[in-house]
């Protein structure tokens, strides 16, 4: 990718700042939006996100804050978008087609926008005629807090047009980011969702009591039914011929990562479930959107929409979303897993 790319960020969550910490470790200079101006201000005089991997500290000359979304926009050619999927909408509704005419738009959401029960990549095309050979979608396993301490992450970029997905890919990889790339990006946008969504049922099982044997037993059956879905939606949508290899760590080991991991928001978020906590009392305590919440109603639609089949997540589903309960869930996957 050429040294003269002009990236902005958008939001200043953990991915976020994660995000902007490889690329300018890697040299390049950003234009970041922040919602919230005493945010910006704390980041230009400080030099670390005051919320979010505060350890993160920024040279001041790689890193242009701002609170002016279409200045940002203005500002770069390739936007990088890490608002969760919760507030996308209220993002989105600010952007006309023309301000993203001619731009790479790269997704680092990992879920469902609600109002529309789209991914980002379908919503565009839909809304804005954008370019689907323009899009590029980030998946992991890759948790923020580990690139905040340089540990070895690995990210996957897809892509239609595969050369776009390599350049960007290109962009972050550095000594402690591993970035690959595929033309996957329907499959590799429902796997990070579907995997949100299993994870927060690892987390029930957790608070339940339920040990690591019928932990790995739930979470080979979790990837059998999204190696499912995967198959048969890219049977019925995707326009290549070219099959993704789906046991790779785009696919199963963000999976993995999501449902073991203590950094994993979904996990914490199932386990306060499990523990009896309201959805609305988990949210407050957590004071971080879990994707894999909003991504189950989401899913649910996608699946119906598409006459496939994934009990697992409607599951989890209806304990979040319709008041069932998770110990009800759980011990009635019990003798369906194997």
């Known amino acids: 990718m050429s040294e003269h790319q002009q990236f902005g960020i958008i939001g200043n969550g953990s991915f976020g700042t994660a995000i902007s ?7 390049h200079n950003i234009h970041w939006w922040l919602r919230n101006e005493a945010a910006v201000v704390h980041l230009r005089n400080r030099l670390h996100n005051p919320h979010y991997l505060t350890s993160v500290r920024f040279r001041p000359e790689s890193i242009a804050p701002s609170s002016d979304l279409h200045a940002v926009l ?19 509704a600010q952007i006309d087609a023309t301000q993203l005419k001619g731009k790479t738009m790269v997704s680092a959401i990992k879920g469902i926008l609600p109002e529309a029960q789209q ?6 095309k839909s809304r804005y005629d954008f370019p689907l050979s323009s899009y590029v979608a980030i998946t992991g396993p890759c948790h923020a807090e580990e690139v905040a301490a340089e540990r070895l992450s690995y990210l996957t970029f897809s892509g239609l047009n595969e050369s776009l997905a390599a350049k960007v890919a290109a962009a972050f990889s550095n000594s402690y980011i591993h970035a690959a790339h595929n033309h996957d990006i329907w499959g590799a ?7 949100n969504i299993y994870a927060i049922g690892a987390g029930m099982a957790h608070s339940l009591d339920y040990g690591d044997n019928f932990l790995s037993v739930y979470i080979t059956a979790c990837y059998r039914e999204m190696f499912h879905f995967l198959n048969e939606h ?11 290899d789906f046991h790779t760590s785009a696919y199963l080991g963000d999976l993995l990562v999501t449902c073991y991991s203590l950094h994993s928001r979904n996990r914490s978020f199932g386990a306060m479930i499990g523990k009896g906590y309201s959805v609305k009392a988990a949210m407050l305590e957590m004071n971080m959107v879990a994707e894999g919440y909003y991504g189950a109603r989401g899913m649910q639609e996608i699946a119906h929409q598409n006459g496939l089949n994934i009990p697992i997540a409607k599951g989890i589903y209806q304990v979040l979303w319709e008041a069932a309960s998770a110990a009800d869930m759980l011990a009635a996957l019990e003798d369906k897993l194997s």
């Open 189 to 195: 946008q429902y796997a990070a969702v579907l995997k």
């Open 74 to 92: 203005a500002a770069c050619d390739t936007l990088i978008f890490a608002v969760p999927s919760a507030f996308a909408g209220d993002v989105l």
């Open 119 to 124: 991914l980002l990549s379908d919503f565009l």
């Open 21 to 27: 910490k490889i690329l300018t470790d890697n040299g």
């Open 234 to 244: 890219f049977q019925k949508n995707h326009p290549s011929d070219e099959w993704p």
